[in-house]
């Protein structure tokens, strides 16, 4: 193999995915990179007019972009969706489950504890992360099952690997995604195709609008504890930056990844790799 050979694998021209969460801090990256390698991309959002006009500002390659209302917890919406897809391109090659997230209600504080922690929070969550990602792989792995061909990409969190403090809901839910990834995986190959490949990435910490002064000072920049302990274990020493995702996303959608399934890849700067001492 040389490198037009390489080159060639992550030109996804002529092949249509599908993306929940194409609009999110990192979400968006993976919208972008697909986008760029020439992929036809389903964006399915709660919110088509916001998606409509983030779609605008990226740059593009030879694929259409194509915004959907959808909502990964009312399977009816993705069904509606499904059928808008099929009938535009005609074929779905591949699912990138992205939606998913925390709830600030379903996490632990001096004032908030476990035992209290509300239900409808905790079921959110759980909720958002899992079944979020199981009902779009019913609906748009269907295609895939009836071709005998397709991927499957889960977003998990190296949480999965070991829980974070506070976070219960979220490192529980983001677990199970780890187990059902591999469910699928095998589920997928065994009863329908050996050319259907399921994995997931772990993405460690990002510093985003949603955690930035959670980690660092507002009016210094500088570390805050919570910070600190993480740089401590990071042997790459730094926080991740969203287009990070990129290698790894694209090389576990393309067919470069051929003889990877079941796989959940961290992307983590070595956090989860390292006891700390
Ligand atoms: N950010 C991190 O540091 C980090 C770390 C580890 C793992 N992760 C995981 O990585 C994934 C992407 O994270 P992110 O930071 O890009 O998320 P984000 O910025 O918080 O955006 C959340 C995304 O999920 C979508 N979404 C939420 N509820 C939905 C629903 N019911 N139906 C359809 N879409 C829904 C939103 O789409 P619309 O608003 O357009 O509907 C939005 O695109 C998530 O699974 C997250 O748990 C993130």
Redesign the pocket.
Known sequence: MNLQDVSRQYDLSGRTFVI????????REVTAALLGCNAHLAI????PEA?EKMIQQLPRGGGRPLVLR????DKKSLDIAARSILGEFGRIDGLVN????NNPHGTTSPTMSFFDLPEEALRFVTD??LL?TILPSQVFGKPMAEKGEGVILN?S?MNAFRPLTRIAAYSAAKAAVTNFTQWLAVHMAQEYSARIRVNAIA?G??L?E?NRFLLTDRDTGALTARGKKIMEHTPLARFGQPEDLVGAVLWLLSPASRFVTGIVLAVDGGFSAYSGV
């Not at 959808?70 to 917890?73: I, K, P, S, Y």
């Open positions: 929940t969460g194409g609009t999110g801090v990192l979400g399915l959002s709660r919110n998606a959808g909502d990964v917890l992205a939606a998913g997230g958002l992360n979020g977003f969190s993405p910490f990002f985003t949603q």
